[in-house]
């Protein structure tokens, strides 16, 4: 069942926080317009559009006032269209323990990864990197509990938490490659490992990871456009 509802997604390839919101369109078959962004000079439109944060994603619906942040795209969505492709479950406790995880993700987990990109001290980066594969183990727990056994975190196919973590798996193995280590593994994390090849290769989610050329000129822009160090 595919819509086109005048749907437009302001974004960049390189966020896990577009992409998330891209994954759902495409599990919901819904048509959108694309438009990019450009972070280092960011247009009027994504100005006006969300002026509190002024960052991506945005969604823009027919003449509906613009929604930004991914999760909560993510939910209107889902309250858009029941039917097609439920993300969250149904159970009000089940989709409590999956915002309390996506939290974790979003407040806890990722953000380790742009503290080991700001930190050049490299006692420092490997207590970062300890801590992220602390992390790791602790969603292959979530993973084995919210999944109840089945090959994703939504069951029999991918859910809220699978497009909540999911949509970070093209910077996880960009990390792991750039700091040689290695996040999720068979050893330490073979429940997740699984899935991640599961995720890898979801018909839904082909066309939205990013390349590493793409992650790699973010990084960069990111290196250069350091913020002054306080005194």
């Not at 602390?134 to 497009?163: C, I």
């Amino acid at each position: 069942m595919t819509k086109s509802d005048g749907f437009k997604l302001l974004g960049t390839a390189a966020s896990p926080f577009v992409n998330r919101v891209q994954f759902v369109l495409n599990l919901k078959s819904i048509e959108y317009e694309y438009i990019v962004e450009n972070l280092a000079c960011k247009s009027e439109l994504l100005l006006t559009s969300n002026p509190v944060y002024q960052k991506v994603p945005v969604l823009i619906h027919a003449n509906k006032p613009p929604i930004p942040e991914s999760l909560v795209i993510i939910e209107y969505l889902d309250e858009m269209y029941p039917d097609v492709h439920p993300i969250l479950p149904s159970n009000p406790l089940d989709r409590a323990e999956n915002r309390f995880w996506a939290s974790y993700i979003d407040n806890k987990f990722f953000p380790l990864f742009e503290e080991l990109r700001k930190t050049p001290d490299k006692e420092e980066k490997e207590a970062i990197k300890k801590q992220i594969i602390e992390g790791s183990q602790l969603l292959e727990e979530a993973f084995v509990k919210v999944s109840k056994g089945k090959d994703y975190f939504g069951g029999d196919d991918a859910g809220y938490l699978d497009v909540v973590l999911g949509c970070f798996l093209a910077w996880v193995k960009f990390v792991e490659k750039r700091n040689e280590f290695n996040i999720i593994d068979e050893v330490r994390t073979p429940k997740l490992k699984k899935w991640v090849n599961r995720i890898w290769s979801h018909e839904a989610f082909k066309d939205v990871f990013p390349g590493s050329e793409t992650l790699m000129n973010l990084f960069m822009m990111l290196q250069t456009h350091k913020p002054p160090r306080k005194i």
